[in-house]
C-alpha cells in the first residue's frame, strides 16, 4: 500500500505523536474496505502509539474509520482511502489527535474551542483535488479541538450514490448538521468566521485600531507577497490585506516554469510565499475583501481602503493587487447550474464525472490541458473553441487530437447551458461560420476561457481599461497619487507567476521611491 519511502516519512511523523491513537474501522466485503484494512494496519505497524480495532456493526458509512484516542470519540472520520492529497490529511489527523500541536494561530484556535452548539460536519472530496485537503484538514483539527464538532470527510468516488442523491456537482463540498454549508476552498478562520456570529464584528474592531501603514498592499497573490517583501526589507511598515492569501496560484494544479523551482504545486507554492512573507515583519491580513478606494485629500496625505466588514485601512502608499478570476460565459443557465454541472477546476471535479459527456469551453492552453485530463477519467470530451482555430501550443494540440474521446468543435459560440431545473443536462451553441443552432447532450460543462481581473470595487477612483484592467506605466503608477499596482490585475501583459512577482517588486521599490519624494516614512 504505501512504499518503503513513504512508510520511513510516515515511521518518522508518528514519532511525534505524545499519547495513544486508536483508529476504528467500520468495515464491509468490499475491495476499497480490503485496500482500507491494509492500510490502517500497515500504519499500525510503524509505531506502538498507533492501534487498531474494528466495530463493523457501528450505523455509520462503510468502509470508514475513525481516529481517536482509546475511550474518546474524537469526531474524526474518513470514509473511503485517503490517499492521493489526502494522504496529508490523514497525516496530520493522526498527530493532531495524538497530541500534536497544531501551527495555526493561537487567538484562533481559541476561538474554535469557545464555539458553542453541536456541529456536525461532512465533506465530499476527491483524491485529485488539490484544494480539498485544506478543508477536510480545518474541520478535522475543529473536531479535535472542540468536543461539540465533529467531521466526516467522504471520497465522493466511493460513495457515488451520495454524490448523485444530495446532487454533489463539485469538490470540495460540505454539509453542516445535514445542510449545505459551502463549496470550494475554505481556510480554518474563514469556516469558523461563518459560524461564530460575531467575528466579522471583532476582525473590524483591530482592523480599525491599526495605525497607517507606510505600504498597504491589497491582495495576497504572488504580486502582493512580492511587492511585501520588497517594502518590508526596506524597514518601513508594511500590511497586506488579502481575500486569501495565495489568490489564484491556489487554484493551480502543477507549477512546472517558475525559475529555480522545476515542479512543485499551486497551494505548496501559496504555503511558501505566506511563509516567506511571515519572516518579515509584515502585518498580514487574510480573509479581508476590500470594496472601495479613497484617494488621498493632499499629497504626503494618507490613503484609506474600506473592506468588507466596514473597518478601514489607511496607508501613505497604496499597492494593487487583487489579481483575477476565472471568466464566467456569461450565457442563460450557467448561473444556475453553476457547481450543478458547471465548473471551473477540471483537476478537483473531473472525477465526479466519471464516466459521463462533458465539454470544455475554451480552446486557448487551460481549455486543451483540461480536455486532456478529463478524457481519461470521462467517456467523452467536446471541446468548443470560438476562435477558427485552437490557440493552444502545439504540443498539446497533437496530445489532444491524438485522443479517441475527443471531439474538437471551432467557430462554436455557446449560447445556453440547459437543465432539467436540477442539474446539467446539455449546451446550445451557434456554429459562426454557418450561423446552425446546435445542441449537445452532456451532463458537465467545464469552463476555461481566461481571467477576469478583481477591480470592479475600483470604478470610477482608479483608471481602468473596457476590460477592467489596471492602467499602469512601467514602475508601476496608476493615475492617483501614491497609488500604484502590479500583477493580473494590470494592463501588464502575459499573465504569469513569474511576470506578477516582478510586477509586485517593481511597485514596491516605486511605492518606496514615492515616499522618501513626499514624506518621511513613519
Known sequence: MLDANLQNQLKAYLERLQRPVELVATLDDSATARELRELLNQIASLSDQVTVVEANDVPVRKPSFLITNPGVDTGVRFAGVPLGHEFTSLVLALLQVGGHPSKEAADLLEQVKGLEGEFHFETYYSLSCHNCPEVVQALNLMSVLNPGITHTAIDGAVFQQEIKDREVMGVPTVFLNGEHFGQGRMELAEIVGKIDSGAAARDAEKINAKEPFDVLIVGGGPAGAAAAIYAARKG???????????????????????????????????????????????????????????????????????????????????????????????????????????????????????????????????????????????????????????????????????????????????????????????????????????????????????????????????????????????????????????????????????????????????????????????
Not at 469551453?361 to 470560438?386: K, M, P, Q, R, Y
Request: proline residues 5%; contains cysteine; charged residues 20%.
Open 236 to 522: 518601513i511598515r508594511t500590511g497586506i490585506a488579502a481575500e486569501r492569501f495565495g489568490g489564484q496560484v491556489l487554484d493551480t494544479l502543477d507549477i512546472e516554469n517558475y525559475i529555480s523551482i522545476q515542479r512543485t504545486e499551486g497551494p505548496l507554492f501559496a504555503a511558501a510565499m505566506e511563509r516567506h512573507v511571515r519572516d518579515y515583519e509584515v502585518d498580514v491580513m487574510n480573509l479581508q475583501m476590500a470594496r472601495a478606494l479613497r484617494p488621498a485629500p493632499s499629497e504626503g496625505g494618507l490613503i484609506e481602503i474600506e473592506l468588507e466588514n466596514g473597518a478601514t485601512l489607511r496607508g501613505r502608499s497604496v499597492i494593487l493587487a487583487t489579481g483575477a478570476r476565472w471568466r464566467n460565459m456569461g450565457v442563460p443557465g450557467e448561473d444556475e447550474y453553476r457547481t450543478r454541472g458547471v465548473a471551473y477546476c477540471p483537476s478537483c471535479d473531473g472525477p465526479l464525472f466519471k464516466g459521463k459527456r462533458v465539454a470544455v469551453i475554451g480552446g486557448g492552453n487551460s481549455g486543451v490541458e483540461a480536455a486532456i485530463d478529463l478524457a481519461g477519467i470521462v467517456a467523452h470530451v467536446t471541446l468548443l473553441e470560438f476562435a477558427p482555430e485552437l490557440k493552444a501550443d502545439a504540443v498539446l494540440q497533437r496530445k489532444l487530437r491524438s485522443m479517441p474521446n475527443v471531439d474538437i468543435i471551432l467557430n462554436a459560440q455557446t449560447t445556453e447551458v440547459t437543465g432539467d431545473g436540477t442539474r446539467v443536462n446539455g449546451l446550445i451553441y451557434k456554429d459562426r461560420a454557418s450561423e446552425q443552432v446546435h445542441q449537445i447532450a452532456l451532463e458537465g460543462i467545464f469552463v476555461q476561457i481566461g481571467l477576469l481581473p478583481n477591480t470592479e470595487w475600483l470604478k470610477g477612483t482608479v483608471d481602468l481599461t473596457p476590460f477592467g484592467e489596471i492602467k499602469v506605466d512601467a514602475r508601476n503608477h496608476t493615475n492617483v497619487p501614491g497609488v500604484f499596482a502590479a500583477g493580473d490585475c494590470t494592463t501588464v501583459p502575459y499573465k504569469q507567476i513569474v511576470i506578477a512577482a516582478g510586477e509586485g517588486s517593481k511597485a514596491a521599490l516605486s511605492a518606496f521611491d514615492h515616499l522618501i519624494r513626499t514624506s518621511a516614512p513613519a
